[in-house]
């Protein structure tokens, strides 16, 4: 009988309200209970007298030596204390709010107790007592602590535990190769589950788990590895015929050379494009590596090759700036753009969807909404991503749904480790983007306190007045009675008398859409010399001549978050600088602003990153696509 076909009422003593208990904790057969791995021991196992010291959490074995004895406090508090002999010695058990234990303690009964040692009093604190030879004993052992929610008390959980491995643990099968389990020295499958669950020793324990990571990794390899094998077998994606003298000329008519790596990633999405299965690319590089021309390059290889493409970007911002630059682009070969965004009219949006269905439209720029709501394409076969959407496998299924098979590229500018990449995207293709275009200035990064805000306002002066401009990021739209930390409006109101010779501009997400692009446009254009905004400009956003980019309160964001600000200036010619202004008072933000001080390089403040988060906070949990595991952990396992 296979494991995961017995469900888990099977195991005695799981009652049905409790088997809805173990199902909110995703746990439905025996397999999944089995799989319900703890993540540390707590030590029960009993210690002598002589061994343990004051303040010590300790596990003694003693026997009642005296009738127990209650005093009441009040009306719900009380302390139940009783003598116990412990190794020939009298100590003092005490039990705070604990007095129905009263009529249980028997005199010469044997007794496991576990709480906090006082020394001098002789006497422990109890938090958790138990009679020896009782049935489901926790005492006196390794004890696995499990994550729980809901009613399930840990108690019951290890009880229960004990239950069906007693009951189903010989089922148990191997189910990696011999050669394998040899070669890595793994403990057996049977005993690993055992041995996580109860081990004789933490060494054993974490020999156990090495056992149990290594075949979910594997496990999950396995999977992606099928997956991907299957979707390049299927020839239902669009073998895109690209003509080589063609990409050659679009990039001729580039106003630069294009860098060896982006020549190199252009050339692998054009090949994958060529491929009559579906392309599933994933395009890494730092902030400012020129992303967005490779778009270019595929949405212009598709559009030769008779196709509709479309570019999907997080913000409204980004989506008007990347059709400026794209129509600029474009136009000289006849290649019409348009947008689409959520703040559309609806004759607007009927205009631009008429287009579309027509095919008078080749290139679509847009939010989110452009691959949903009744969008309907004519031919569309390359859809580009671009900044932090990643396209899971949900949204390609809304787009075969619709009858479509178009080659997908997603862009990031947060690099991950390639091995990891490879873990947490393990269905897409990787390329990377490795090399910034010649001739950046790298960025000088600075971290200050509150008191120099007076010269870094000098200093912002010192380049505007040389033609260049600058951001000011804070981290809240207006004052806040709850958080002390800078607002846009304050501040921009403030940075408005300063510089009055010059124009500050104001930017945050409740402004309308059009305020926005007004704004945007108008920094864009160096009509706004400072602009003071949230991390609305965090991605994508694309000004050469912003050489400064201050951020206010910077102990309040990531790392990764202030390098893509950060990314937002040497993008040009012009030395530009990076002004962190902040109180770092935890040690992790300290660290953070000294790892933005030494480095300009994205995969390495990416590792960082990780490291001081964790990459469940790194990858956010609602976006990230990262599969949950149940022992491994992608950075301690690395
Ligand atoms: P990101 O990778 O952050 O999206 P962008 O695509 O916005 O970067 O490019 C950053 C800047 O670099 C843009 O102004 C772009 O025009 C410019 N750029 C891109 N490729 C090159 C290149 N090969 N040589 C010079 N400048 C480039
Ligand atoms: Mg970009």
Redesign the pocket.
Same mark, same amino acid.
């Given at each position: 009988m296979l494991l995961d076909k017995i469900n888990i009422k099977e195991v005695k003593g799981i009652t049905p309200r409790k088997v809805k208990d173990l199902e909110a904790l995703g746990v439905v057969t025996v397999e999944d209970f089995f799989q319900y791995y703890p993540f540390r021991y707590e030590d029960y196992r009993i210690q002598d007298l002589s061994e343990i010291s004051d303040g010590d959490k300790v596990t003694l074995l003693g026997r009642i030596y005296s009738e127990p004895h209650v005093h009441r406090m009040g009306r719900t508090k009380s302390k139940l204390t009783c003598i116990v002999l412990v190794d020939n010695m009298l100590v003092t058990a005490l039990w705070f709010n604990r007095h129905f234990l009263k009529d249980k303690l028997k005199l010469g009964q044997e007794i496991i107790l576990t709480g906090k040692w006082e020394q001098s009093r002789k006497q422990m604190i109890v938090s958790e007592s138990e009679f020896s030879g009782m049935a489901g004993k926790q005492s006196g052992e390794l004890q696995p602590v499990y994550s729980l929610s809901g009613p399930v008390t840990q108690k019951w959980l290890r009880k229960s535990m004990v239950q069906a491995l007693g009951q189903f643990g010989h089922l148990i099968q191997e189910n990696l190769p011999e050669e394998l389990v040899g070669k890595n020295n793994l403990m057996p499958r049977k005993q690993a589950i055992l041995a996580i669950h109860h081990p004789a020793s933490q060494e054993e324990g974490s020999i156990a788990r090495q056992r149990i990571v290594y075949e979910e990794l594997f496990m999950f390899q396995l999977k992606i590895q099928a997956y991907k094998a299957i979707s390049h077998d299927r020839t239902e994606g669009i073998a895109h015929l690209i003509d080589s003298s063609a990409i050659r000329e679009f990039a001729a008519s580039?106003?630069?050379?294009? #860098?060896a790596s982006?020549k190199q990633v252009i050339s692998e999405v054009i090949r994958d494009m060529r491929e009559p299965h579906c392309m599933n690319r994933l395009l890494q590089? @730092?902030?400012?590596?020129?992303? #967005?021309?490779?778009a270019a390059a595929a949405l212009f290889a598709a559009v030769k090759a008779g196709y509709q493409g479309a570019l999907m970007v997080p913000t409204e911002i980004l989506a008007e700036q990347h059709l400026k630059?794209f129509q600029g682009l474009f136009a000289p070969h006849g290649i019409r753009v348009g947008l689409l965004t959520g703040s559309f009219t609806k004759s607007q949006r009927k205009e631009i969807l008429a287009f579309l269905l027509s095919g008078e439209l080749n290139i679509l720029v847009g939010t989110h909404a452009l691959i949903q709501e009744g969008v309907y394409f004519r031919n569309l076969g390359l859809v580009v991503t @671009?900044?932090q959407h990643r396209f899971g496998v949900n949204q390609r299924s809304v787009l075969r749904h619709k009858g479509l098979f178009p080659d997908i590229l997603t862009?990031t500018?947060t690099p991950i480790p390639r091995t990891l990449a490879i873990t947490a995207f393990g269905d897409m293709d990787v390329s990377t983007?490795g090399e910034m =275009?010649?001739?950046r200035i790298p960025i000088k990064t600075y971290s200050v306190k509150h008191d120099l805000f007076e010269r870094v306002l000098k200093f912002i002066q010192k380049e505007i007045e040389q033609g260049r401009q600058a951001y000011v990021i804070c981290p809240l739209i207006e004052e806040s009675e709850k958080l002390d930390v800078q607002n846009t409006i304050d501040l921009h109101a403030q940075l408005q008398q300063y510089f009055t010779n010059y124009n500050v501009g104001l930017l945050h997400g409740r402004l309308a859409v059009r305020e926005k692009e007004e704004t945007m446009r108008r920094f864009s254009g160096n009509l706004i010399q400072v602009l003071v905004s949230t991390t609305v400009v965090e991605v994508?956003v @694309?000004v =050469?001549n912003a050489t400064i980019m201050v951020i206010y309160d910077a102990e309040r964001f990531g790392l990764s978050q202030l390098h893509q600000l950060r990314?937002r200036v040497g993008?040009?010619q012009h030395p530009s600088y990076c002004v962190l202004i902040a109180n770092a008072k935890s040690e992790i933000s300290r660290e953070r602003m000294k790892v933005m001080a030494q480095t300009n390089d994205g995969f390495e403040i990416a590792r960082r990153d990780l490291e001081l988060r964790g990459p469940g906070d790194f990858f956010g949990t609602k976006q990230s696509g990262l599969p949950n595991f149940r022992a491994a952990d992608l950075i301690a396992d690395y």
């Open positions: 580039l106003p630069f050379q294009l #860098t982006q590089g @730092d902030v400012g590596s020129g992303k #967005t021309v490779v630059s @671009d900044e862009m500018a983007l =275009p010649k001739g994508g @694309d =050469p990314g993008r040009g």
